[in-house]
């Protein structure tokens, strides 16, 4: 049903080219071009940082199958929020969605801050002006701030005007960005055998060949995160979503190639100076502007200042698809989470051009601060995206897992359970870095996801609150898990600060040794020396301690909270549940037990007889005479009261057994206990009065009573028939002694 409006509210535009440019255009954007090639040729060199790509691209076809998997059963907005909302619930999905926005809105934050960066590279710093700040070593200026603003906005502007012209305009710039990556490295490859240039070492020298690939396999989510945003548009998709995988794998591998093209590109040409590409890149800090970056001083080296020109082009197409794809792609995950009472309903309205606007313009507020913080906060908040990414593609894995087991689809079962369990294995290595000795994620990171998972918990506090569908707060387990997730970054946060602050006294202690420390340090005794440094350890020890239960502790006041509303919530839907209860299962006129009580009973008493356990029981069908002619003589308020005569001579009668009122003038006893060993005497004594009633105006109706034989009765029906067949009989009997039996 939800489906269904979602898709008569967000209708269909999209082409299959238009889908492919979202979906590469959202996977790559400043980095690629920028940050990507010495990053990954420093780990890996790079026929290692080739070889981890394509683990990566390996990776990212059964992550694609598994969106298009889904996709194609759930083809609703909202992505994997969706997916995981109808196979595991609404908690894991307000997890999901959690999760997704903040990486959603960091890549968009990160292209958003590097428009000042184009600047500052290609247009002489022409925006770095009005200096306001340094933040953690990066200056932050005015002009670059009002610029990363004016960026963001005519982006939202475009969103939120035209889907088409978005549409369009993201096709044209995947086009320039890849044509122009793709020219460059064409122009290398050929150029470069003119030249005395050399590709080797094809790896870092020193290190395992084997490390340098998995560790670019294992932050490869990185490098293609983004390309399954188009999910959240699935809805709008004018084209059958069979297709959609097609689209995906041609991402996919547009994607990869561009990666490659630009990582060799890179080591094509270096300056005058340096011994190979590898010196080029452990020296990149020596030089400046276009110099410092491979990718286009290799583009200048082949094609001069028009090569340049090309990949500025490229990149600022790549900045600016990266912009809009992220943009709709939240703004489509807001509109999901709206429509169940996640977010306000105001972001679950659509525009008359069916563009989620409200939503669009929450992305815009909550990036207003952003320009302030610096490049290098940006940086940390991006890292995130590593994580966030095998976490979400870990779920994608599991949710088809787990609808492929119910479908008893033994491929999808396998490739998913498969993909699971490598996604697992790198989480653990990036959650747990002493398993493997290169760091790939900063500390800060660490701290900065343990922050948004408490977030993440006091956010859900307010979503209990005003559940009023009753939607959340149901898996308990979930809520565990963040708490141990909590736990388990504040611990590898702690680990790494005691790293550094471990590392600073031993170079203490080696410059003491080697007398180089200073005067202050080299007056101390060793014995005096050495207890400062046991004591500055023991401090460390003893915050990492008070951080870690200092945060478990609060977590677990909030979860308690949390686990409260639930509670309330609960209670309310329990009372609530029973006057419901109460008030199907009571007669509204006679106030007894009411056809749907009766069913249930039977229900039950079926059960019972097909375990074995049904005890003694006995059945009194009863059919009240002559209401028809009180209600065509006297009208239907007499009638109601001679219904309820009937019922209360039943009840006077039967006081241990239950009496339902199964029809208009029809009841039901469930003869037990007291009833049941006294039903003869009972029976006789309430059909004597019956026919003294007769002639003389009050209550006349028939009775049949049946009990249940455990030799020849399987069903309470059984039971029921022959209570109703001895009714009729005994109606035939009232009515030679004058009853009125015509209803």
């Not at 276009?290 to 200042?305: K, N, Q, T």
């Not at 698809?321 to 105001?346: F, H, K, M, N, P």
């Not at 008493?605 to 074995?612: L, T």
């Not at 009261?641 to 239950?658: G, N, V």
């Amino acid at each position: 049903m939800e489906n269904k409006r979602e898709i008569n509210g967000l209708q269909p535009y999209l082409s299959p080219m238009a889908v492919w440019a979202l979906s590469a255009g959202t996977a790559i954007g400043w980095g690629s071009l920028v940050v990507t090639s010495g990053t990954y040729l420093s780990q890996a060199g790079p026929l290692g940082s080739i070889l981890g790509l394509l683990i990566g691209l390996a990776m990212m076809l059964m992550v694609a199958n598994h969106y298009h998997f889904l996709a194609n059963r759930y083809p609703g907005t909202g992505g994997l929020y969706n997916y995981v909302k109808y196979i595991f619930g609404y908690d894991r999905a307000f997890l999901v969605a959690w999760f997704m926005f903040l990486i959603y809105i960091a890549i968009f934050w990160a292209n958003a801050t590097s428009v000042p960066l184009f600047a500052r590279y290609f247009l002489n710093h022409v925006f770095s002006f009005g200096y306001l700040y340094t933040i953690f070593g990066y200056e932050v200026y005015l002009g670059e701030a009002m610029i990363t603003l004016a960026a963001i906005f005519l982006v939202a502007l475009l969103c939120m005007n035209s889907k088409t012209a978005t549409a369009r305009s993201m096709v044209v710039m995947a086009l320039v960005f890849t044509v122009g990556i793709t020219v460059c490295f064409v122009a290398a490859m050929i150029g470069h055998g003119s030249t005395d240039m050399t590709l080797e070492p094809a790896f870092i020298p020193d290190k395992s060949a084997l490390r340098q690939v998995m560790r670019i396999a294992f932050i490869s989510p990185w490098a293609f995160i983004g390309f399954e945003s188009v999910s959240h548009s699935a809805a709008e998709y004018k084209f059958k979503h069979s297709n959609m995988f097609r689209v995906l794998l041609i991402s996919l591998i547009t994607t990869t190639a561009l990666y490659i093209f630009v990582i060799l590109l890179s080591i094509t040409a270096y300056p005058e100076g340096c011994e190979n590409w590898l010196d080029y890149i452990r020296r990149l800090d020596e030089f400046q502007g276009i110099d410092g970056l491979p990718a286009f001083y290799a583009a200048r080296y082949y094609l001069g200042d028009v090569g340049v020109y090309i990949l500025m082009a490229s990149l600022l197409a790549l900045v600016l698809t990266s912009l809009i794809g992220t943009l709709r792609t939240i703004s489509r995950l807001c509109y999901a989470v709206a429509q169940d009472g996640i977010l306000s309903q105001r972001f679950a309205t659509l525009s008359e051009k069916q563009i989620p606007v409200n939503a669009i313009i929450l992305v815009v507020i909550v990036s207003l601060p952003i320009p302030f913080l610096g490049r290098t906060t940006i940086g940390w908040i991006v890292d995130v995206t590593t994580i966030g990414a095998t976490i979400l593609y870990g779920f994608a894995s599991a949710a088809v897992f787990k609808a492929a087991r119910q479908e008893g689809l033994k491929k999808d079962r396998f490739i998913s359970g498969l993909c699971l369990l490598i996604l697992a294995a790198f989480l653990v290595v990036l959650l747990i870095p002493e398993i493997f000795s290169d760091q790939t994620i900063e500390t800060e990171t660490y701290i900065l996801l343990t922050v948004w998972t408490f977030l993440g918990i006091l956010f859900f506090n307010r979503v209990i609150r005003k559940d009023h569908a009753r939607h959340f707060g149901k898996a308990i387990v979930v809520w565990i898990a963040l708490l141990a997730f909590i736990v388990l970054m504040t611990m590898t946060w702690v680990e790494r600060v005691n790293e550094i602050r471990e590392d600073a006294v031993v170079d203490e202690i080696a410059s003491y040794m080697d007398g180089t420390a200073d005067g202050e340090t080299m007056s101390m005794d060793q014995e005096e020396f050495l207890d400062i440094q046991r004591e500055r350890l023991h401090d460390a020890d003893n915050q990492s301690v008070l951080i870690i239960a200092g945060l478990f502790g609060l977590s677990l006041v909030v979860l308690l909270i949390n686990f409260l509303s639930m509670q309330k919530w609960e209670k309310q839907a329990i009372h609530e549940r029973d006057a419901a209860r109460t008030v199907a299962y009571r007669d509204s006129l006679t106030g007894v037990n009411s056809k749907h009580a009766f069913s249930d009973k039977e229900i039950e008493i079926e059960e019972q007889i097909a375990r074995g356990e049904a005890g003694p029981f006995g059945a009194i069908v009863c059919d009240v005479n002559g209401l028809k002619q009180i209600n065509d003589t006297l009208g239907h308020k007499a009638g109601d009261e001679y219904i309820r005569s009937a019922c209360q001579l039943l009840c006077d009668y039967f006081k241990h057994s239950p009496v339902f009122r199964i029809g208009g003038d029809e009841f039901v006893v469930v003869l037990q206990g007291r009833d049941y060993d006294s039903r003869y005497e009972i029976m006789q004594a309430i059909n004597a009065q019956i026919e003294r009633n007769l002639g003389r105006g009050e209550v006349v109706a028939s009775l049949g009573l049946a009990e249940f034989d455990p030799q020849t009765d399987h069903t309470f029906h059984d039971v029921f028939t022959r209570a109703d067949e001895r009714m009729y009989a005994r109606k035939m009997q009232l009515k030679s002694m004058g009853a009125v039996t015509r209803d």
